[in-house]
């Protein structure tokens, strides 16, 4: 028992990340964030009626480089620990879910 929780913690708080996995990994990431904040930008510039969420538009941009910022870090160091590394990952694509879920249940200014 006390093996298996050793062998887990060593898991948890393993540097070792494979440099393939990473660049593959930090890929997807990035082209996903831009997808998402992409199609707000691309809803933005060809629909009329939804000027009045400018603001809005601004801040997808400071979110795409807060981003990349973020996804840069985790390419350049090899030293986060797998569990901070895995939880990192999973809270950029939970929070551009919950981005993408916010942006399209906006209103058009219309009405």
């Known amino acids: 028992m006390v093996d298996k929780l050793t062998e887990a913690k060593e898991k948890l708080l393993s540097t070792e990340y ?3 996995r990473n660049l593959l990994s930090c ?3 990035v082209l996903l964030a831009t997808g998402m904040v992409s199609g707000w930008w ?3 510039y060809t629909d009329s009626d939804i000027e009045c969420h400018k603001g809005i538009l601004y801040f997808s941009a ?3 480089a807060v981003q990349w910022v973020v996804i840069g870090y985790l ?3 090899q030293n986060i620990p797998a569990f901070a590394r895995d939880a990192i990952k999973v ?3 939970l929070g551009n879910v919950w981005f993408g879920l916010f942006i399209y249940s906006l209103q058009s200014c219309a009405q």
């Open 18 to 20: 494979p440099r393939w």
């Open 27 to 29: 890929t997807i990431l």
């Open 42 to 44: 691309y809803a933005y």
């Open 62 to 64: 400071v979110w795409l």
């Open 75 to 77: 390419y350049r160091y």
């Open 91 to 93: 809270l950029i694509m």
